[in-house]
């Protein structure tokens, strides 16, 4: 059981920046992997940047040298540093916290929370 909260979402200029906060609760040391998905409306849910147990931190093309995953261990906390925002970043982002069973996935979901990139 892993519980997912995202903060930080709002209405930004293109250019601009914005941190985006995913507190974490419950089992949190059953996490294999934490990261951030976006949806925008009408458009499947993309993958924008992934961190792994064992190290290694993927992100989508879309946001590589604009976005930055970071965590604060003390707050059970991970962030999203979103730098050069972009119109096209405009969408719902959710915290994704990863666990195994054996064989089987299973994927936590926050409620997320919504970023606007507009002038």
């Known amino acids: 059981q892993v519980q997912l909260v995202e903060s930080g979402g709002r209405l930004v200029q293109p250019g601009g920046s914005l941190r985006l906060s995913c507190a974490t609760s419950?089992?949190?040391?059953?996490?294999?992997?934490i990261g951030w998905y976006r949806q925008a409306p009408g458009n499947e849910r993309q993958l924008v940047v992934i961190?792994?147990?064992?190290?290694?931190?993927t992100y989508a093309d879309f946001v590589k040298g604009r976005f930055t995953i970071s965590r604060d261990n003390a707050k059970n906390t991970v962030y999203l540093q979103m730098n050069a925002l972009e119109p096209s970043d405009t969408a719902v982002y959710f915290c994704?916290?990863?666990?195994?069973?054996?064989?089987?996935?299973?994927?936590?979901w926050g409620q997320g929370t919504q970023v606007t990139v507009s002038s």
């Open positions: 994704n916290a990863k666990t195994h069973a054996g064989d089987v996935e299973h994927n936590w």
């Open positions: 419950g089992d949190i040391f059953s996490i294999n992997a």
């Open positions: 961190y792994s147990t064992n190290g290694t931190t």
